[in-house]
């Protein structure tokens, strides 16, 4: 079955730090993929999403491109700020938004910015 | 509403006890799904609902576990004589048809 594969956390970084969160996927067939965000607190919020090879995700300065060939969906922000600490998921569906077999999700980053 | 609502936000049973969760979904969205996120796991995808029908029900974890919607509008989750391990977090979703799901608070569920 499909699955989603991200790195463990916490991951502690000063403030403007470049970040990267590390996603892998299996999947069969073209899925849509999603990064979540979870701000403490609060509920899961949509961050990005691809839908199709190469496409590139980007909101709030943070980015993800769809990587087939590596089955991959990194995120990345050049300069990360302290309202950024929250927990990040990374997740695929095999439609749009999810469908009848609703969103597969890793297990979750937890990311902490440090002033 | 504004957003998807749960209710309780948090529950605390004793083991055996029967358990219901409350989902109301944004105003509109035909489209109604269940999570739950055990300690240090991802979401655990449950049961989906395109307005009172389910479709597929296997994602269940037992048949302790049932799940009914009301048109397009609230659904309840229902744990039947419940087990420690069924101590997690429930999400809640809607989204108007299979677009972006919106996500309610979630109901944290404690079985002693």
């Known amino acids: 079955g499909d699955s989603v594969t991200q790195m463990e956390g916490p991951v502690t970084l000063s403030e403007e730090a470049f970040l990267t969160i590390n996603c892998t996927y299996t999947?069969?067939?073209?899925?849509?993929l999603f990064w979540y965000v979870q701000y403490p607190g609060e509920g899961l919020q949509l961050l990005l999403k691809?839908?199709?090879?190469?496409d590139k995700g980007s909101n709030k300065g943070f980015e993800a491109t769809y990587r087939k060939e590596t089955t991959s969906f990194h995120l990345e922000k050049g300069s990360v700020q302290v309202s950024d600490s929250a927990v990040y998921f990374c997740?695929?569906?095999?439609?749009?938004?999810?469908?009848?077999?609703?969103?597969?999700f890793g297990k979750g980053t937890h990311l902490i910015i440090q002033p | 509403g504004a957003g998807v609502s749960q209710s309780p936000s948090n529950k605390v049973t004793e083991k055996g006890k029967d358990v219901e969760l409350r989902c109301d979904p944004i105003?509109?969205?035909?489209?109604l799904y269940w999570y739950r996120q055990r300690l240090g796991q991802g979401l655990e995808f449950l049961i989906y609902f395109q307005g009172n029908s389910a479709p597929d029900k296997s994602g269940l974890p037992s048949d302790r576990f049932s799940a009914e919607r009301t048109g397009e509008s609230v659904s309840t989750l229902t744990i039947q004589r419940t087990q420690q391990e069924d101590s997690a977090v429930y999400l809640c979703?809607?989204?108007?048809?299979?677009?972006?799901?919106?996500f309610g608070p979630g109901t944290r569920l404690t079985v002693l």
């Open positions: 105003s509109g969205h035909t489209a």
């Open positions: 997740a695929l569906s095999d439609q749009s938004g999810g469908g009848a077999d609703g969103l597969t």
């Open positions: 691809a839908t199709k090879a190469d």
């Open positions: 999947a069969t067939g073209y899925p849509s």
């Open positions: 979703a809607s989204s108007f048809y299979d677009n972006e799901q919106f």
